[in-house]
């Protein structure tokens, strides 16, 4: 009669469904060989549970464009000494015509394509100055934020 060995692993993977947790059982020649098997699945799902939260924990650090421009932004306009009307214009701006579009996305998420996209379809709404105006505050934000990421 030949032996059959099962281990059960009760397994919780990094995933939204309710509870997160499942039971995988685990059947081998000899006990040895069942636990050597759970031990290469474990490793292997923590492994994955890691690069997963990693990935969580980047994404948390990097501030939606609303975040940015309320915080980092702001302490960065006075580091500069920007003139108060300076600071009124480009919180226009914000308000305006970047925070509709942009606010809600982290700003890594931001690419150069939806920028030319932005900026095109503001071409039909406003002159050309106050575009170059526009971007000239986007580009100093880019700077920064790289400076930051």
Request: charged share 30%.
């Amino acid at each position: 009669m030949e032996n059959t060995c099962f281990v059960t692993v009760f397994v919780t993977r990094n995933t939204r469904v309710a509870g997160g947790k499942q039971a995988e059982l685990i059947e081998a020649a000899t006990d040895k060989a069942a636990e050597r098997e759970r031990d290469r699945r474990m490793r292997e799902i923590n492994s994955a549970n890691e690069a997963s939260d990693k990935k969580e924990a980047e994404s948390r650090s990097v501030p939606t464009l609303g975040e940015f421009s309320k915080t980092l932004w702001m302490v960065y306009l006075k580091n500069k000494r920007v003139k108060h009307s300076t600071v009124d214009s480009y919180g226009s701006v914000l308000r305006h015509h970047l925070s509709p579009v942009f606010e809600n996305k982290r700003l890594d998420e931001i690419t150069p394509a939806e920028l030319s996209i932005f900026f095109d379809e503001l071409g039909r709404k406003v002159s050309t100055k106050f575009i170059l105006n526009i971007y000239a505050n986007s580009e100093s934000c880019s700077r920064l934020r790289w400076n930051m990421i």
